[in-house]
Antibody, heavy 120, light 112 residues
Framework: HQQLRESGPGLVQPSETVSLTCTVSGDSISGHDFWGWVRQPPGKGLEWIANVLSSGNTYYNPSLKSRATVSVDTSRNLFSVRLTSVTAADTAVYYC?????????????WGPGILVTVSS | DIVVTQSPDSLAVSLGERATITCKSTLSYKPNDVNHLSWFQQKPGQPPKLLLYWATARASGVPDRFSGSGSGTDFTLTISSLQAEDVAAYYC??????????FGGGTKVEIK
């Protein structure tokens, strides 16, 4: 039974870069193809950030593509997202999730989320 | 870019009554004739939970009072008999081009 957990800084200064990691436990990350990141500003809806394959291929939300980078580290069983030049608008709960093998929209396992606040 | 619009933004339904949420997309994209549209339920303080995928298929463990319909650009999530534990926000997620996804804006369901 796979579990995901996000980790990273809770507070980031404006204009800086935030890096978040999703650690996968219970199974090898290589045993599954698609992994993704989703965020949710406080009191607002969900926004898809990006997906990464265990092979390393990546797919991005066009609105974030210039600032986001996702990667996978199969040796450490984790995947990551990096967001540059953050502003207050990037304040959100960030979730990592696994895409089910049967559908490219079926995020079937989620981490608990991590709140990232952008503030000086 | 694709726009996915959910309606209503919120609705209040009596216990045991039907709740219906719609999700309309500005683009129809059906690779291999499959509707890659999923529905999620999110309760406060929790991550989203997958309810339906392929527009109509229930995820494991999801009660059969949740059902989906639609194809192309218009989709519907129906809760046939609202239970107290169904109070939550609901989101659709659409796949619209090679590898790209977009969420609907969400619908909050409450008890009337």
């Amino acid at each position: 039974h796979q579990q995901l957990r996000e980790s990273g800084p809770g507070l980031v200064q404006p204009s800086e870069t935030v890096s978040l990691t999703c650690t996968v436990s219970g199974d090898s990350i290589s045993g599954h193809d698609f992994w993704g990141w989703v965020r949710q500003p406080p009191g607002k809806g969900l926004e898809w950030i990006a997906n990464v394959l265990s092979s390393g291929n990546t797919y991005y939300n066009p609105s974030l593509k210039s600032r986001a980078t996702v990667s996978v580290d199969t040796s450490r069983n984790l995947f990551s997202v990096r967001l540059t030049s953050v502003t207050a608008a990037d304040t959100a709960v960030y979730y990592c999730a696994r895409l089910a093998t049967y559908s490219v929209t079926a995020f079937d396992i989620w981490g608990p989320g991590i709140l990232v606040t952008v503030s000086s | 870019d694709i726009v996915v619009t959910q309606s209503p933004d919120s609705l209040a339904v009596s216990l045991g009554e039907r709740a219906t949420i719609t999700c309309k997309s500005t683009l129809s994209y059906k690779p291999n004739d499959v509707n890659h549209l999923s529905w999620f339920q999110q309760k406060p303080g929790q991550p989203p939970k997958l309810l339906l995928y392929w527009a109509t298929a229930r995820a494991s463990g999801v009660p059969d009072r949740f059902s989906g319909s639609g194809s192309g650009t218009d989709f519907t999530l129906t809760i046939s008999s609202l239970q107290a534990e169904d109070v939550a926000a609901y989101y659709c997620l659409q796949y619209y081009t090679s590898g790209a996804l977009t969420f609907g804006g969400g619908t909050k369901v409450e008890i009337k």
